[in-house]
């Protein structure tokens, strides 16, 4: 059964991740590329674009341009027998999905060598392998956890800074409580630390945009919608098959980098 099945009479069908892979990616990527995080400086024309539904080579040209994902959608594409910008891959990477089981393992480990080996010591390679072989998959919260060095600061005492770091960064998904202006209180779970795991505490309130001069990335956000949210932004609508995805993939991903115990598991930035 598909989110369309699933989807309450209220919604509006714009509310649906579109059939346009590259559009679905830029729906997520342009959060971080606004703050100057990764990607091509075109934040703006990127919003433009994914707001007004304006797919097509332009679009395509932006979105290759983020070198940090789109090893991942090769992949999964790959893997899959599809495009890289196919919207099967695309909402792999970012929500998850039975689609990725057949990308971990030793195809994912291969992919990452080729990657990463040059750029790291023996021993950081080790614990990157070490946690695809826990069972770490090309979604994009495994980069987040287990290729960026948040988490090894974390386990050496700072906390505070990091652990903000790997929530905001992380695709996550919340349910719209009010909204005011262009922005929306949406309760979400937050990552913790107890000294040893990561985890996810309980529900509380944050307030995150949803539009920018009249421009959104998820084209309808009412109260009582559940949302994906990467960084300060609401990306998308999701029903009900999506929302599980993503708690799943959330869960499978944490459980990985949680079962490896040494400091690190990588020490690269993109």
């Given at each position: 059964?598909?989110?369309?099945q699933?989807?309450?009479?209220?919604?509006h069908p714009?509310?649906?991740?579109?059939?346009?892979g590259?559009?679905?990616?830029?729906?997520?990527?342009?959060?971080?590329?606004?703050?100057?995080?990764?990607?091509?400086?075109?934040a703006d024309?990127?919003?433009?674009?994914?707001?007004?539904?304006?797919?097509?080579?332009g679009?395509?040209?932006?979105?290759?341009?983020?070198?940090?994902a789109?090893p991942y959608?090769?992949?999964?594409g790959?893997?899959?027998?599809?495009?890289p910008l196919?919207?099967?891959?695309?909402?792999?990477?970012?929500?998850?999905?039975?689609a990725?089981?057949?990308?971990?393992?030793?195809?994912?480990?291969?992919?990452?060598?080729?990657?990463?080996?040059p750029?790291?010591?023996?021993?950081?390679f080790?614990?990157?392998?070490a946690?695809?072989?826990?069972?770490?998959?090309?979604?994009h919260?495994?980069?987040?956890?287990a290729?960026?060095?948040?988490?090894?600061?974390?386990?050496?005492?700072?906390?505070?800074?990091?652990l903000?770091?790997?929530?905001q960064?992380?695709?996550?998904?919340?349910?719209?409580?009010?909204?005011?202006?262009?922005?929306?209180?949406?309760?979400?779970?937050?990552?913790t630390?107890?000294?040893?795991?990561?985890?996810l505490?309980?529900p509380?309130?944050?307030?995150?945009?949803?539009?920018?001069?009249?421009?959104?990335l998820?084209?309808?956000?009412?109260?009582?919608?559940?949302?994906?949210?990467?960084?300060?932004w609401?990306?998308?609508?999701?029903?009900p098959?999506?929302l599980?995805?993503?708690?799943?993939?959330?869960?499978?991903?944490?459980?990985a980098?949680?079962?490896?115990?040494?400091?690190a598991p990588?020490?690269?930035?993109?």
């Amino acid at each position: 059964m598909t989110d369309t099945q699933h989807r309450p009479p209220s919604a509006h069908p714009e509310a649906l991740p579109p059939e346009d892979g590259a559009l679905l990616f830029g729906r997520y990527a342009f959060p971080p590329n606004d703050l100057g995080y990764c990607g091509p400086d075109r934040a703006d024309e990127l919003l433009d674009r994914v707001s007004s539904g304006a797919s097509g080579p332009g679009l395509e040209e932006v979105v290759r341009a983020f070198e940090g994902a789109w090893p991942y959608l090769e992949l999964i594409g790959e893997c899959l027998g599809r495009a890289p910008l196919d919207p099967v891959v695309v909402e792999a990477y970012w929500l998850g999905g039975p689609a990725l089981d057949r990308c971990g393992g030793a195809v994912f480990a291969r992919s990452l060598e080729e990657r990463f080996r040059p750029r790291l010591t023996r021993l950081e390679f080790e614990r990157l392998v070490a946690a695809v072989a826990a069972g770490g998959t090309p979604h994009h919260n495994f980069h987040v956890f287990a290729v960026y060095p948040w988490v090894g600061l974390i386990r050496n005492g700072h906390v505070d800074g990091p652990l903000t770091v790997l929530d905001q960064c992380r695709i996550r998904c919340g349910q719209v409580l009010s909204i005011e202006g262009d922005t929306a209180l949406v309760e979400s779970r937050h990552l913790t630390w107890d000294g040893r795991t990561m985890s996810l505490a309980p529900p509380t309130a944050e307030t995150a945009r949803f539009r920018r001069d009249g421009r959104s990335l998820a084209p309808t956000v009412k109260p009582g919608d559940h949302v994906t949210l990467h960084w300060n932004w609401i990306c998308d609508w999701v029903g009900p098959m999506r929302l599980t995805r993503l708690r799943n993939a959330t869960a499978h991903e944490l459980a990985a980098v949680n079962s490896c115990t040494y400091s690190a598991p990588a020490a690269v930035l993109s």
